[in-house]
């Protein structure tokens, strides 16, 4: 059962700006990750459920980061289903984000009062998202529409909350990019927990890492 509701989440997405993405195999390799995140200020997950066995790897870093990390806001990635969307909520997902927009999932959701945050990638997209209640409008692949994207949404729609994932990196001038055109936070995979990171185990530079773009991210919106 979710610990969080839709608007705690969607605040501390806009609070902290950043959602890292992440799905490994390895739990203990997880917990790793899920520690060096929160220690450089991270305070949400999104597991990329994509492997099999993946809801085991899942339930164990929830109950690592309820027991050991507090404030710390786990939600799952890569649903595709409704009934996947319940099975992870049912083992305490606090958000549920999907590659394209499912209204089956964002009843689902509601259901619970989780937040949901589909993949869009049209104004016509959004438009119906948001009159299923999402609060954050994931916008994928981010590296195909690009900031001049989310500029001309929030033209005529500045209530719009958007979250690219894919074509966000840790550099100051993406970053910069992406904010000043408007979105609400970004979604960050293998650009911020990269493969060197994870083959190295160099969760201390991860844990700079992290806390370096969120600093980014904070000047950046003020």
């Known amino acids: 059962m979710a610990r969080y509701s839709r608007i705690e989440v969607a605040r501390k997405m806009a609070e902290t700006g950043m959602v890292p993405l992440f799905y490994h195999p390895d739990v203990e390799l997880g917990k790793q990750v899920l520690k060096a995140c929160y220690d450089g200020g991270a305070r949400l997950m999104e597991f990329t459920a994509r492997g099999d066995f993946a809801h085991e790897v899942f339930t164990e ?23 996947a969307a319940s099975f992870y909520m049912q ?77 966000v990196d840790t550099s100051e001038a993406n970053l910069k990019a992406w904010f000043s055109a408007g979105v609400t ?29 969120l600093e980014l991210i904070q000047n950046l919106l003020k």
């Open 61 to 83: 870093l929830n109950k690592y980061a309820l027991k050991e990390l507090p404030g710390m806001i786990m939600g799952v990635g890569s649903i595709t289903d409704a009934a």
């Open 91 to 167: 083992l305490g997902a606090n958000f549920i984000v999907t590659p394209s927009l499912r209204e089956d999932i964002a009843v689902t959701c509601n259901r619970r009062k989780v937040l949901y945050s589909p993949g869009c990638g049209s104004l016509t997209e959004i438009n119906r998202a948001e009159e299923l209640g999402v609060e954050v409008i994931k916008l994928f692949p981010g590296s195909t529409y690009g900031p001049g994207f989310v500029k001309a949404i929030k033209g005529p729609q500045p209530w719009t909350s958007i979250m690219p994932t894919g074509g």
């Open 185 to 213: 936070c970004v979604g960050m995979g293998s650009q911020l927990i990269s493969k060197e990171i994870l083959e190295k185990k160099d969760f201390s530079k991860l844990t700079r890492t992290v806390r370096e773009v």
